[in-house]
């Protein structure tokens, strides 16, 4: 039974069949309009039905060999190595002039000195012989091209063949001339610039023979890059038709031939205006009034371009003088940040997102942090304000001549906004010519310089790292918590190796000795690698730590060097090596990251941690969680924390050297020459990253989420606390508003059990 059988005994099924194939159709399209790809489902649809209404149309669906495979398996796509060469970024401007062997090392230079820093490119093209004549080797010019033939006739399709054969595909536009002219580079760049690279363009100074659709050599000819292009497959017939005695015609006919274009000297209202000077206006063309031109030609006397040059110069610098005169006076200063050109400052979103004012005088900086409610001022800050105080009373000096003198400081203020840089309020005080003091403010602000590229070598996240734990007496349930966890997360695929860094105190009883102090932390490094693969290796050296005068510098900061100086000879010295606390919550994240930063030679990185309050306060009104949460009540990033640190052995051994006066240690005993006073005149580091600041390896000092540090347990009291000693309890307990509450709550009686720990 055939379709038109159907279609006459049916007629009103099929075609609400048809309407509804269309409807479900339409809708299908119109409920997924928003996805952008269409399955085909929706065909499929609609011939079910069909199947269920009617057995007697029995559409058949060919599934054989379908899907059907692309036949052309698409291919790699071969990256180039820049990426201008990909989207096909070209510069703009090529310039290229026809010399002479006599001209060469005259005009031609003069051409170099008053156009070249001013264009993309600038080449010379003439004769070889002519070339080796004038000895142009010595005269520093940026391209010279020497040809072989010495037909003078063909010098100019030599130079149109070089420039396709070799930069067809690196520049827009084309200019070519001779020596003899002089080129206004900055107004032609300003034309170029306006034109879009899609027309085709065949500028120029036209000629003034009979045939004027062509352009003078003189006069400067700008193609752009498609038109060129068609010279490229003409360049054979151009050579063959080369028949005139000028270069004009017989350049001008060849690209009237490829590109079917004659030369024009206007373009969308550019004028390419080429100016030919009398013998009156080489004479004094300074008092006459220059037509701006592209080109001046025939400028026959080196000297002639310099005075032209000055000349142009300086009538463009007037003109930008009156341009900038025009737009400081339609700018209404008063709406626009202060000094003018610098970024405004930034507007905060909410009352939370206030950049804040620090107040300072003389000595002291306040609340410079929620934790901080005074900070003696030194160093860089010390300085940085010192300056600032200086230059604002020799400008008030200034300004008040000599009627004033400088008493004191009064109030200062100090704001960093990331966007901006640093601004300063002073209000100073000064004795008057009467003798009364009078009060003078200032604003003062250091705006952030440019913004500066910086070649890094290619680095991965395949480095193995060389985790050094040191490990005190105190710190044995945390130690043996980070290593079943270590051994847990390590992967073979996740390069690591852990070093314990066994600490003892002067008389703690160590290796073979029943009671040793770290006997279970050594038992259970042994379980942990004999179960675990290879590549998560657990190893341990032992130092013991002498006194070296008011007690063993357990946590201390010259401590890392002597653990550096003695695991170094375990380490090869390209090894990374990232020094660490036993109270860290090992993340793979946070081990990537150190060794996306750690560059050989080149970085050190020294993440700031987060680091958790005191926890029976933190979690007074809530649960401990199992991960340590980034939230402003369980704790804080620490910048006082300069224990965590990453870089090559290398770039430590070679830093490590410089420091003569801080001894290398060799044994353990040898800990106590570090604190010996011998070489403290010298500026001692202070600590590991200090070292590494002063060896001209860039430093990223960041916060990084992945480090987070769970509360350490405090030291035994000292009598004696020494410039380099940590000490983890000098770190708030909390936060303001949580000790503010608990103030609150042990006032009104309701003392809290917990805080006896304390
Ligand atoms: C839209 O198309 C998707 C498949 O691309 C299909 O799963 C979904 O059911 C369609 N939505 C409607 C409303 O037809
Ligand atoms: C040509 O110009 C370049 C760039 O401005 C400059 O470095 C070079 O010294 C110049 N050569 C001569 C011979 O003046
Ligand atoms: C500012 O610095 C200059 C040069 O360092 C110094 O001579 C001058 O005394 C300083 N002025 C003040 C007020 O400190």
Redesign the pocket.
């Known amino acids: 039974m055939g379709l038109p059988f159907l279609l006459k005994q049916h007629q009103s099924f099929v075609f609400s069949l048809l309407l509804g194939i269309f409807i479900s159709y339409s809708i299908t399209l119109y409920s997924n309009l928003s996805s952008d790809c269409f399955s085909t489902d929706y065909y499929a649809q609609p011939i079910n039905l069909v199947n269920v209404q009617s057995d007697e149309y029995e559409p058949h669906i060919n599934l054989a060999g379908k899907p059907q495979k692309a036949k052309k398996v698409p291919q790699n796509l071969i990256r180039p190595r820049y990426y201008s060469s990909e989207l096909g970024i070209r510069e703009k401007l090529f310039i290229g002039i026809l010399t002479s062997e006599q001209t060469v090392s005259t005009l031609a ?1 003069a051409v ?2 008053t156009s ?2 001013l264009v993309n490119k ?1 080449m010379f093209f003439m004769d070889a012989a002519g070339a080796e004549k004038a000895n142009v080797i010595t ?4 391209g010279i091209v020497g040809f072989v033939d010495t037909r003078e006739i063909l010098k100019p399709f030599h130079m149109l063949k070089y420039l396709t054969d070799n930069f067809l595909e690196e520049y827009d536009f084309f200019f070519l001339t001779r020596d003899t002219s002089y080129i206004n580079a900055k107004h032609l760049m300003n034309i170029v610039k306006k034109i879009s690279v899609s027309h085709e363009v065949h500028l120029g100074g036209m000629s003034k023979s009979d045939a004027p659709t062509y352009c003078t050599l003189d006069g400067g000819i700008l193609l752009s890059n498609n038109v060129l292009k068609k010279i490229q497959s003409s360049l054979d017939w151009c050579v063959k038709n080369a028949f005139s005695d000028t270069d004009d015609d017989n350049v001008g006919r060849c690209i009237l031939h490829a590109s079917q274009l004659p030369c024009q000297s206007t373009f969308q209202n550019l004028n390419l205006l080429s100016v030919e000077l009398t013998e009156t206006d080489k004479q004094n063309f300074e008092s006459e009034h220059l037509p701006a031109a592209v080109t001046y030609y025939k400028v026959t006397e080196p000297t002639l371009f310099y005075r032209l040059h000055l000349h142009l110069a300086k009538s463009y610098l007037e003109l930008q003088k009156v341009q900038i005169a025009e737009l400081k006076n339609s700018l209404d200063i008063s709406d626009l940040a202060w000094p003018p050109g610098s970024y405004p400052p930034k507007k905060p979103q909410s009352r939370f997102d206030l950049l804040s004012w620090q107040y300072f005088d003389d000595k002291n900086i306040y609340l410079t942090s929620d934790f901080i409610n005074l900070k003696p001022l030194g160093g860089a800050d010390l300085l940085d304000i010192y300056n600032v105080k200086n230059r604002s009373i020799q400008w008030l000096t200034q300004k008040y001549v000599g009627n004033i003198q400088f008493r004191r400081l009064v109030n200062g203020y100090r704001r960093f906004d990331p966007s901006r840089g640093l601004d300063y309020i002073l209000d100073l005080a000064f004795k008057d010519s009467t003798g009364r003091e009078t009060i003078k403010r200032v604003e003062v602000t250091k705006t952030l310089g440019r913004v500066e590229m910086l070649q890094m070598p290619y680095v991965t996240e395949n480095s193995r790292v060389y985790m050094l734990l040191p490990i005190l007496e105190m710190d044995r349930t945390m130690a043996s918590e980070f290593m079943k966890q270590y051994a847990q997360t390590c992967s073979q695929s996740d390069l690591s190796f852990l070093m314990l860094v066994l600490l003892y105190e002067p008389n703690a009883p160590g290796k073979g000795h029943i009671a040793d102090v770290f006997k279970d932390i050594k038992e259970l490094t042994l379980k942990l690698s004999s179960k675990y693969h290879k590549d998560c290796k657990i190893t341990w050296i032992s130092i013991r730590v002498p006194d070296v005068g008011g007690g063993p510098p357990m946590l201390d900061y010259l401590l890392h060097f002597a653990i550096l100086d003695l695991a170094s000879k375990k380490l090869a010295p390209d090894s990374l090596v990232l020094m660490t606390e036993p109270n860290m919550e090992i993340r793979t994240d946070y081990l990537n990251r150190v060794r996306m930063s750690t560059i050989n030679g080149k970085q050190v990185y020294s993440p700031i941690p987060f680091s958790e309050f005191y926890p029976p306060i933190a979690y007074r009104n809530t649960e401990k969680k199992t991960v340590l949460e980034i939230h402003k009540n369980t704790g804080r990033f620490d910048l006082d924390n300069q224990r965590h640190i990453s870089f090559y052995l290398s770039d430590y051994l070679e830093g490590r050297k410089l420091m003569a006066h801080l001894p290398v240690v060799a044994m353990d005993k040898d800990i106590r020459q570090l604190y010996s006073s011998q070489g403290a005149g010298y500026d001692k580091p202070t600590n590991l990253l200090d070292m590494l600041t002063r060896q001209g390896l860039s430093i990223i000092r960041a916060v990084d989420p992945a480090l987070r540090l769970r509360r350490r347990n405090c030291m035994p009291a000292t009598p004696f606390i020494r410039p380099t000693q940590y000490n983890p309890c000098d770190s708030p307990l909390a936060t303001r508003a949580q000790l503010g509450q608990l103030v609150l709550d042990l006032t009104g009686n309701k003392s809290s059990s917990s805080l006896r720990h304390k």
């Open positions: 230079v170099n000195k070249s820093h600038l005269l520093k010019l940026p």
